[in-house]
């Protein structure tokens, strides 16, 4: 769906698409650590950044500051399918979803259960440990599958129980790379335990498209702009009507239903519009439609389809290099064929340490990440019996002469 001609327009809209300032010539498979981002966000949040006005003032600048936050608020609504609910900026995507697990919790009743998976990252997990002891909860985390690095619907349905409360979720695995059914998970805990609080991360699982929080039937969700072509500092979540009306932080007297913490950017905001504004762009190259949502799907679908090019390339072969499949001494996690993948292949070089091997590899020109057995990935490796792994996490706009160039260091270091 996307040709060699649109995807380098795709890479034009890009800053540092093959360059960074400590790199004249480089490779950017660090995305699950944070995508790159587009240049239009760059030129808004300069541009905002100048803004000295505040929201909620009676002059023309402070009423623009107050539209462009609605815009895009109603662009997110369409980008993601959510009709109903409100979205907020915070912190960070950690912050917001310590925040509504706390409130989760808080509003639930004691003696329930809060239900996760030991696939997900620890700001999920950790913020289910601390307030569902704190609300006098218990809190179950249900093992995930080695073998294919993910979790499926029938493990919740087998362990969700009609007193729980709270459940959380991950859409995508930041060291797998791989996704779950969400719709399907969801509806088994709906069928015991219907008026639970579910709650998503959707942080890894954002720049790869195909968002849809009606099929959800979810109460949370949460992303990080800086994984999806915007920039750092905030993060967004979504939170559901029933969510919206749980106690919360908020002013004594102020707006019942408000559940952002004091004046935000309104540069975060615009470039969340900028965002969308690049993949209806896409969805229209991609497709006919000229329906907004439908682009969107549209667009999720070509970033989907780009992706599966790139991580089959990876491990398949590109050219005539072997893949990572067909490589001596390489383990790869969740398996090689498997569909729940969204652009990243971890694995591991049994014949070096994956920090050499990470170091080589940016010494290359090609930028990946080491993953060690820590409190952010142990939850993955220690069961695989793994130190550390290589996490190569790629978007729709690498090119599979970038993936050629990683087999070729890969497969000289690997005599």
Known sequence: MITDILLHQIRDRFALIDSCPQQPSRVFFENAGGSLTLKSVTETSAQYAAIPDNQGRANTGSQELVRVIDQAKDDMRVMMNAPGGQFFIGESGTELLFRLIMNACLGTATGGTVLGSTLEHPATRSACDRWARVAGQNHVLITHADATGTIKPKAYATAVTADTVVATIVHTSPVTGMGVDLPAIAAEIRKVAPDCFIIVDGIQHAAHGRIDLTAYDIDGYVISPYKMFSRHGYGLAWISDRLTKLPHN???????????????????????????????????????????REKFVAAGE??????????????????????????????????????????????????????????????????????????????????????????????????????????????????
């Open 302 to 415: 070509a970033i989907h389809a780009q992706e599966k090019v790139l991580t089959d390339a990876m491990l398949h072969g590109a050219g005539n290099l072997p893949g990572l499949a067909e490589m001596e001494n390489v383990t790869i996690l969740g398996g090689v064929d498997n569909p729940a993948r969204e652009g990243l292949v971890s694995f591991r070089l049994e014949t070096m340490p994956s920090v050499e091997v990470v170091e080589k590899l940016n010494a290359a020109g090609i930028r990946t990440h080491v993953r060690k057995a820590d409190h952010y990935s142990g939850n993955i490796l220690t069961p695989l019996g793994m130190d550390s792994c290589i996490r190569v996490s790629m978007c729709h706009y690498n090119n599979v002469e970038e993936v050629a160039k990683f087999l070729a260091t890969v497969k000289e270091m690997n005599g």
């Open 250 to 292: 908020s002013l004594i007297d102020g707006p019942a239903d408000n559940w952002e913490m004091g004046t935000r950017d309104t540069g975060s905001y615009a470039t969340l519009s900028d965002v969308a504004n690049y993949l209806e762009w896409l969805g229209g190259e991609v497709s006919d439609s000229t329906n907004r």
